[in-house]
Structure formats: C-alpha cells, structure tokens
T-cell receptor, first 115, second 115 residues
Framework: AQTVTQSQPEMSVQEAETVTLSCTYDTSESNYYLFWYKQPPSRQMILVIRQEAYKQQNATENRFSVNFQKAAKSFSLKISDSQLGDTAMYFCAFMKPNTGNQFYFGTGTSLTVIP | DTGVSQDPRHKITKRGQNVTFRCDPISEHNRLYWYRQTLGQGPEFLTYFQNEAQLEKSRLLSDRFSAERPKGSFSTLEIQRTEQGDSAMYLC?????????????FGSGTRLTVV
C-alpha cells in the first residue's frame, strides 16, 4: 500500500517570501507520479505541479518548484514570491500508473499568506 | 464544457435517510472517480468508472454505498441509511484513460452533513 505523509498541518508565510511544504511517501513501486494539489476554501482541487519518478530533473511551474529526492522518498514544494492567492490547503499525492490512476493523498498543509 | 459539476453543493440529512449525489464529468473524459474527504484529511478513493463499467471499489465503500454511471455519462453516488460518520465532502473527478494524472479534473464537491 502507498502512504503519503505531510507533517506540517499549518504554515504561514509573509507575502513575497518563500515557503517550503514537506511531503514524504512510502512505496515499493519504481515508476509512479507525484503531485501537489491546491484546494482553496470552498473551491475545487487544482493541480499545482506534477513529477514523474523516472525523471531526475525537478519539476517547476512558474513560482512553484519541487525538490524530489527519490531515494529518500521525499517530495517538497517550494513556493517563491508568495502571493495572497496562494492561501489554501495543499495536498501531496501519489499515483501509480497503469492501474486505475487513483490518487493517494496526504493529510494536507494549510498555508496562510500574510499581507 | 465548464468542468466537472456536482450537485448538490450541500446536503443536510437526518440519520437513517437515503441521499443521492450527482456528478457530471467533462464530456470527453471516459474515467470518473469518487473520493471522500473528511475534516482534516486528504481525499480518499472510493470507486471509479471507465465509461459505464465500475472497475474498482475501495474497502471504504460499504454496502450502504452504491454508485452508477449509466451510459458512461453522469454518475450518481447513493448512500442508504446514512450515519453520522458519513458526514464528509464527496468529491468527483474525471480524466482520460491514458492520462498521467495531469488531466485529472476535480469538481467542487458535495458536502454532506448527517444530523
């Protein structure tokens, strides 16, 4: 079974500063995908960034980047130049391909950007 | 196409009553997923459909839960004899079969409160 652990229930960051959210996972698979999803209050889950396990290069999407350490089974999200709109719950998720493509989610980190 | 739609957004019901939720996926997507999200937790997989076939059900999906996707279009999730422990956000998502996770689209969810 796959498990995803997010050890930071809540975090806050000053606007324009950088924050890193942590995620670790446990799997015996060698090929998989990792994701960070953002869930604003009362709104739908939105994909922030995606990483394929066979790619060594860390994924980046504008202000969002990841630090993927496959051996350590670690997948942290760095948000640079934090904006008020980044305030949301962030979920780390694991997906094993070629099956039902179901997600295994962590418990989430609530991020508040302070003006 | 405006994305994945879920109806109703909120549902309050008395314990023991039956409830039914509806999900309208993105029309081109042939996979449809149901997840349950309780307070303080990440979404947990319940079941998924490929077209009209229900291909996998989680152990979380007790006998009181049933899901359908007639004609491979919209889906319904019914909970019979609701219990207080069923109180949660029920999320629907859709994707392509061969998607690598980045084509997953979530709905805004149906929040169920059992009193």
């Amino acid at each position: 079974a796959q498990t995803v652990t997010q050890s930071q229930p809540e975090m806050s960051v000053q606007e324009a500063e950088t924050v890193t959210l942590s995620c670790t996972y446990d799997t015996s698979e060698s090929n998989y995908y990792l994701f960070w999803y953002k869930q604003p209050p009362s709104r739908q889950m939105i994909l922030v960034i995606r990483q394929e396990a066979y790619k060594q290069q860390n994924a980046t999407e504008n202000r969002f980047s990841v630090n993927f350490q496959k051996a350590a089974k670690s997948f942290s999200l760095k948000i640079s130049d934090s904006q008020l709109g980044d305030t949301a719950m962030y979920f780390c998720a694991f997906m094993k391909p070629n099956t039902g493509n179901q997600f295994y989610f962590g418990t989430g980190t609530s991020l508040t950007v302070i003006p | 196409d405006t994305g994945v739609s879920q109806d109703p957004r909120h549902k309050i019901t008395k314990r023991g009553q039956n409830v039914t939720f509806r999900c309208d996926p993105i029309s081109e997507h042939n996979r449809l997923y149901w997840y349950r999200q309780t307070l303080g937790q990440g979404p947990e997989f319940l079941t998924y459909f490929q077209n009209e076939a229900q291909l996998e059900k989680s152990r979380l999906l007790s006998d009181r839960f049933s899901a359908e996707r007639p004609k491979g279009s919209f889906s319904t999730l019914e909970i019979q004899r609701t219990e207080q422990g069923d109180s949660a956000m029920y999320l629907c998502a859709s994707s392509f079969v061969l998607g690598k996770g980045d084509g997953y689209t979530f709905g805004s969810g149906t929040r169920l409160t059992v009193v």
